[in-house]
């Protein structure tokens, strides 16, 4: 399969416009016409992963944390030279992935045994906007479809979403004006008020394909931002444990689970023993969350919590690092890659740089 094949598919499983502004997900080494049939999975970009992609005769390295964040003035470093001298591609799904229908918090989930519940945050990097185009009747179904199949109307689990209205259309043509079948200099036509629900990536795309479809010689096609949010991305889960669980198991359940040497317990002065219901879960850094989680969560389970941050939290925290609650989505991604009917190679997880040289004393 094609590098430009496995981006497209991308679009599907975590479009890129749901990264966050600051992020640069995505290709970041290779060509679209480079043929790839084994596939590299790691959280990092290191020496270590570009020689086992190597040794494992893999075309392509998919990693979670991007290797290239900032501009470029001049490539010199030596991992990007081995990358690109040994011809391999990296392709890099970092906040996309954190916040897709299926995510890395969705993975952390299932690797806890939790029952997703919902988002915790409606944080993405995208921007949602309705769309209204107004069309004769007749020509309404067909402009749905043009909508729909270039990414319009997916709200949450549904998709083909669309408002439809009756409307009556006033013109009056001027001297070069080509109105709709001839209909005359001066009239109305009865027409249908189309609206659609659109994430701000697909937004070129769709209005390209209605204003492809419509039959107007200038059709009237507005957009507008709204706040609504799509509930199928989010930063972070709202979840449940499906049997009565305190505080200091579902501590142990993080460490046992994630296979982490040890987990912080903030207990914010909670009880060990009584029962969690809501559980707030974050892989990676998920401080930013700690405010969203007391609204609603008895307990966050995140990485990277700072010495003021557990000071702050008046909810019980678990962090049991950015590493390994992160480390699950590697499975999300080799799931993906199964799916493309490549082969998928997982680093495992002691052999990742953090395990490897970080001493727990
Ligand atoms: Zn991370």
Not at 348 to 358: C, G, I, V
Request: aromatic residues 8%; glycine residues 6%; charged residues 15%.
């Amino acid at each position: 399969m094609k590098i430009s094949e496995i981006m497209k598919q991308i679009e599907e499983f975590a479009p890129l416009g749901l990264a966050l502004s600051w992020d640069n997900s995505g290709l970041q080494i290779g060509d679209l016409n480079s043929e790839v049939e084994n596939v590299y999975i790691t959280l990092d970009v290191t020496s270590t992963a570009v020689q086992k992609a190597l040794e494992n005769g893999c075309q392509l390295i998919l990693s979670h944390h991007p290797l290239i964040f900032q501009q470029l003035k001049n490539i010199t470093n030596p991992l990007y030279l081995e990358i690109i001298k040994n011809n391999l591609s990296l392709i890099s799904l970092h906040t996309n992935l954190d916040v897709a229908e299926k995510s890395v918090n969705h993975s952390l989930a299932q690797k806890l045994g939790l029952e997703v519940l919902g988002s915790l945050s409606s944080e993405t990097g995208a921007t949602n906007y309705i769309i209204v185009v107004y069309c004769p009747l007749e020509e309404a179904e067909k402009i749905m479809h043009s909508a729909w199949n270039a990414g319009a109307g997916k709200i949450g689990n549904y998709y083909n979403c669309a408002n439809k209205q009756e409307s009556e259309g006033y013109y009056k043509a001027s001297e070069n004006a080509k109105p709709y079948k001839d209909s005359g200099i001066e009239g109305h036509i009865a027409e249908t008020c189309l609206q659609f629900c659109c994430e701000s990536f697909h937004l070129n795309d769709v209005l390209a394909a209605i204003r492809q479809n419509h039959p107007y010689e200038t059709p009237l096609i507005y957009h507008y931002e709204v706040a609504n949010p799509n509930p199928a991305y989010g930063l972070g889960l709202i979840c449940k444990y499906n049997a009565e669980i305190n505080l200091q198991d579902l501590a142990i359940l993080v460490k046992e689970r994630l296979n982490c040497p040890q987990v912080k317990l903030w207990t914010a002065s909670f009880d060990l023993h009584k029962n969690i219901n809501r559980i707030a879960i974050c892989g990676g850094s998920g401080s930013s969350l700690i405010s969203a989680a007391q609204k609603t969560a008895d307990v966050l389970i995140t990485g990277d919590i700072s010495y003021h941050g557990f000071l702050e939290s008046k909810i019980p925290l678990i962090d049991a690092g950015h590493f390994y609650t992160e480390y699950p989505a590697l499975q999300l991604l080799a799931d993906f890659v199964n799916k493309l009917q490549l082969h998928p190679f997982i680093m495992p997880q002691n052999e990742h740089l953090y395990t490897q040289h970080l001493l727990i004393i």
